[in-house]
């Protein structure tokens, strides 16, 4: 049973674009505020954005002006449009909950060539 499912990752050059997709479980979705975060070899884990249930968007200083969070309510889903991808944006990457969140999901793997 679908809870968090990332997908969308990839080996990108810099400069590039991907979009990252999270399908959530229902009812997890509609009573909640989502967030990517991602996590980079040897780092903690980062809150990278987040959107509430009224699309109101927050991004931190790493993502602001290249990263775009959006949700489809009809679908289910929570987005993560990036652009110009850099190298130190390689890292796994991952959907959940922004408050009290819940069991992770396996990530979709972003990799950037220089």
């Known amino acids: 049973q679908v809870q968090l499912v990332e997908s969308g990752g990839g080996l990108v050059q810099a400069g590039g674009s991907l979009r990252l997709s999270c399908l959530v479980s229902?009812?997890?979705?509609?009573?909640?505020?989502m967030a990517w975060y991602r996590q980079a070899p040897g780092k903690y884990r980062e809150l990278v954005a987040i959107?509430?249930?009224?699309?109101?968007?927050l991004y931190s200083n790493s993502a602001k002006g290249r990263f775009t969070i959006s949700r489809d309510n009809a679908k289910n889903t929570v987005d993560l449009q990036i652009y110009n991808l850099k190298p130190e944006d390689t890292a796994v990457y991952y959907c959940?909950?922004?408050?009290?969140?819940?069991?992770w999901g396996q990530g979709t793997q972003v990799t950037v060539s220089s």
């Open positions: 959940n909950t922004r408050w009290n969140p819940i069991t």
């Open positions: 229902n009812d997890i979705f509609s009573a909640n505020t």
């Open positions: 959107i509430n249930t009224a699309g109101g968007t």
